[in-house]
């Protein structure tokens, strides 16, 4: 059964530069692509960075050059460093286990429980 768990959240200033990390207790990872999603009170859920098993990546407009999604095969986990950080960035984060073709990420139905990153103003 796959169990993710999401860490590095909390209350962060405007700008500030936190790592969101989500580590996969399964023992195949390599295989699958990855992704970041978040959700902000009374939003829906959006795909903020996904990456494949290749390491191709995708992001949202509103992170673009200020996410950057990795992952490190050898310890089962996919960050998602996250900088210049502003207010409407505050959201739950959930890390997603899911597929990858045509340069499109396709969702899983294995999520963590979130992680919350609050960003003040």
């Known amino acids: 059964q796959v169990q993710l768990v999401e860490s590095g959240g909390g209350l962060v200033q405007a700008g500030g530069s936190p790592r969101l990390s989500c580590a996969d207790s399964?023992?195949?990872?390599?295989?699958?692509?990855m992704a970041w999603y978040r959700q902000a009170p009374g939003k829906q859920r959006e795909l903020v960075a996904a990456i494949s098993s290749g390491g191709s990546t995708k992001y949202a407009d509103s992170v673009k050059g200020r996410f950057t999604i990795s992952r490190d095969n050898a310890k089962n986990t996919v960050y998602l460093q996250m900088n210049s950080l502003k207010p409407e960035d505050t959201a739950v984060y959930y890390c997603?286990?899911?597929?990858?073709?045509?340069?499109?990420?396709?969702?899983?139905?294995?999520w963590g429980q979130g992680t919350q990153v609050t960003v003040s103003s």
């Open positions: 997603n286990i899911g597929g990858w073709n045509s340069g499109r990420y396709y969702p899983g139905d294995s």
């Open positions: 399964r023992r195949i990872f390599t295989i699958d692509a």
